[in-house]
């Protein structure tokens, strides 16, 4: 049988910027089919021993199988960790015989496949593959920055051309999101969210100025609630003096409630709304789901020219997952399980940046109030930004109708906190 060998057989180039992409979401798509998988084998048979036992399977399978769905779901990690194309259809086949979930695996096969097509086209095999991915430095990734002209061009021309067809734009979005752990209850988690608006400007009978925010339900009773009553959560030292009038609507679906904040006409010259909220009752930790993955998101809702988005978590949160960040398409469906998130996972997106312990580094050059901001809602809580590690997204033109998703992966954890 004659072997027709590809292009970039013989060379390690790194990948170009549509091949990566491609790449990127192939590998995506086997992360979340395999955790989907290891998920189904009961939390005291996790270990790598014995999922090996369990299985049937080499062990050094599962240990890169468990390597590689204990990481940030990021195109070259996931290839760079993945067994063979063989040894994961050992895997997903072992799975299939003795799991006995009806259609358990289909899924990851048709991944495999996907990936074994990538194979062929870009690499010739899976060792040239991953030379390829390494060939070339950190913004060759597809998760790096996207700071190349091109990008942000596109990006900006995004903006324009939405910013007319709402009739509104913000000049920035800022999100500040704390998560701790509850004192003495290391299995509820404790948060304040606040999004701002800086510079919101509409025009006439343009989309009204409306904001959203959704927190995951933890008994049906819960509601979202201000941090103070009677003021639909804004904090007036940070918005604009005459705000229109304002309601505060909320409705419910299966596993979120979503509180909309609606204003009146805003000023065509900029308008600057801050609005914080807290549950009303704690969170379950996110390690006593399965998946165990807990998510932050900065949800693009007007065409905006700046984000800065923070999430600064406990240390005891911080310590026991794994962070990482994404930008997926916004669609009706925010009740989808994390591991089907690949599914509508753009392609590149921004670094997430770590600012450390305290508010040292919380300052940011485009928000010159962000440090106040940052320190009026830890005294809220009240908590001691000493005690927390910040995290960091920051994009010029944001990708309009997209959420920036920042993931706290906890499946190597045991929740414990204290």
Known sequence: MQIIT?????????????????????????HGELRLIWDMVSDQERDVSNVSRKLGVNRATCSRVANTIRRPATGPDVILNIPGVEGLREFVTAAQARLGSPGLGDGANGAIDALEEAIRKYGGS?????????????????NGASTDLAAVSEQEQLFNVSSRIVGASTDMLVVVRLLCPVRGESNRIDGISCTGHVGHRSQPGAMPFVMRQAQLIPFAESDLGALEPGTAGLLESFCSPNLPRSTARQRTSKDYAYQSLILGEVSHEGTNVFRATRPAQPHPHP??????IGEAWAMIFFPTRHLVFDVYLHRALARTSVQSLDVQLWTPDMDQTPES?????????????MLGTGLER?????????????????DRGPWNPDDFVGYRCEEAYPVWRAGYRFELDFSDSDSSTD
């Open 287 to 292: 390690a006593q789901r399965s998946p165990a």
């Open 126 to 142: 899976l060792r040239r593959l991953r030379q390829g991915l390494q060939a070339g430095d950190a913004s060759a990734v597809p």
């Open 341 to 353: 998130r690949w599914t509508t996972r753009l392609p590149g997106g921004p670094q997430l940046k």
């Open 362 to 378: 919380a300052g940011c050059s485009v928000h010159p109030r962000h440090v106040e901001l940052v320190r009026h809602l830890f």
């Open 6 to 30: 590809t292009k970039k057989e013989n060379r390690h180039e790194r990948l170009g910027k549509s091949e990566q992409q491609h790449l990127d979401q192939v590998a995506n798509r086997l």
